[in-house]
């Protein structure tokens, strides 16, 4: 057992990938190609850590294709060489290529007629944007195909695996681990489950067995290996998740000082990918219509904290809560399309007046789509710039309802209210 526990645990085929059901479910691009046995050069990229060398590792598997792992950077042509000579006496070979982007022009010139025959079947690996980052020439042939971050679910089903596999895991330690420790490392590894898993060997094979032959890991053991304060433990005994909650309670009413005290207590435990989605749910749940260039903001910042990580990214985070809790608030947006959901599942809803309806296609005249349609541009006024005519849009049964109640909580939903105003004055 010298390989580390991450690289042991690595699937062997396809259903062992934790996450990315969006690819390697049943009847799924990658799982369908893999099933054909028609597999195509492929570009997998998103944060480290989610399962890009694992998918390729078992794809390999699942195909038993020869599969060899090169890096863009740190190998030479001379070790292309080698995978393109082994695909001629074996027909095919997987070749992961890590940190694919860096790819030379040399190596790319190299690869690429050998990508085309089909003898080299890349998997390029990248954290970066395929469409900004990537050579076109490469791109061009390959499918992309962007990983979803793991959520702490799928990191506690990799972590129980680990401890329950007698051959790749530590089953044979005879670990016992509290669940406040198993939360503590899927919560604080951030959705890297290489990382998760290196913290857990460390705690497992670093404490003694007991007196019974079992090793005893809690929460203090987990935040050690670590290097991170589990939420679980602060001194007021707050859960992550209520910890997220009051973050976005705080910033919900104003008070700047408290928003700055939860967003401290996620980043003490490093778990930006919590702290970035629950920032950009507030910028348009909370904010919304009331300042949206609020959006914006945070989005900027939570893309550049994933770029710079901790203990850097504390600073746009910092940036974009403090932005939030002073912004003027508005849920109107929120409210309108729950509104409209609500009724669509308890069926309240109708037919499309025929005059909305498509008519570009010969007989729509005869089926009466898109007669009387009155084209809102061709009725210019001094009251409705922006071009408005009185024409039913709604279907009939519910032609009347209202869903949007706009909020005079800024400039710009103060501007939408008095058009919304204005519009409902003017209708017969």
């Known amino acids: 057992m010298d390989a580390p526990l991450a690289y042991r645990m690595r699937p062997t085929d396809l259903s062992e990938i934790i996450g990315q059901s969006h690819l390697v479910a049943e009847g799924e691009i990658i799982e369908r190609m893999v099933r054909a046995k028609r597999l195509t050069s492929m570009i997998l990229y998103g944060p480290p850590g989610i399962g890009k060398t694992s998918i390729a590792n078992a794809i390999a598997g699942s195909t038993k294709y020869s599969f060899r792992k090169l890096n863009a950077v740190t190998n030479n042509k001379k070790d292309l060489e080698i995978v393109v000579a082994e695909a001629r006496m074996s027909g095919h070979v997987i070749l992961l290529l890590d940190e694919v982007h860096r790819l030379d022009k040399t190596k790319q010139d190299f690869l690429l007629p050998h990508l085309e025959s089909g003898r080299i079947i890349l998997i390029g690996a990248t954290t970066s944007n395929p469409y900004i980052a990537i050579n076109p020439a490469i791109r061009s042939r390959a499918q992309i195909f962007e990983l979803k971050p793991l959520v702490v679910s799928d990191i506690l089903i990799a972590l129980n695996r680990a401890l329950t596999d007698e051959e790749r895991g530590l089953a044979s330690y005879k ?93 003490e435990a490093g778990d930006l990918f919590s702290i970035s989605r629950r920032i950009l749910v507030m910028a348009y749940e909370d904010i919304g219509l009331a300042n949206p260039q609020v959006g914006v903001h945070v989005l900027a910042a939570v893309q550049t904290a994933e770029k710079i990580g901790f203990p850097e990214a504390r600073i746009p985070l910092a940036n974009a809560v ?70 039913q849009y709604l279907p009939n049964n519910i032609k009347n309802k209202h869903y949007y109640s706009p909020k005079r909580s800024g400039k710009f939903e103060n501007a939408l209210a008095d058009m919304y105003v204005l519009i409902e004055k003017n209708k017969k």
């Open 175 to 267: 670990p016992k681990v509290t669940k406040e420790a198993l939360e503590h490392f899927a919560v604080s590894s951030n959705g890297d489950v290489r990382g998760a898993l290196n913290g857990l060997e460390l705690a497992v094979i670093s404490t003694p067995a007991n007196d019974e032959g079992v090793v005893l890991i809690d929460v203090k053991t987990a935040e050690v290996c670590l290097q991170r304060k589990s939420l679980a433990m602060d001194k007021d005994g707050d859960g992550h998740y209520d910890v997220l909650s009051a973050l976005q309670k705080s910033i919900r009413g104003s008070d700047v000082d408290a928003s700055l005290h939860y967003l401290g207590r996620l980043i």
């Open 322 to 391: 403090i932005e939030l809790a002073l912004a003027p608030k508005s849920n109107s947006a929120y409210l309108a399309i729950d509104g409209v959901l609500s009724d669509i599942r308890k069926g309240v809803s109708g037919e499309i007046p025929d005059h909305l309806k498509d008519g570009h296609y010969s007989g729509a005249e005869k089926l009466g789509r898109a007669i009387g349609y009155q084209y809102p541009h061709d009725f210019p006024t001094k009251q409705f710039p922006g071009y408005w005519v009185d024409q």
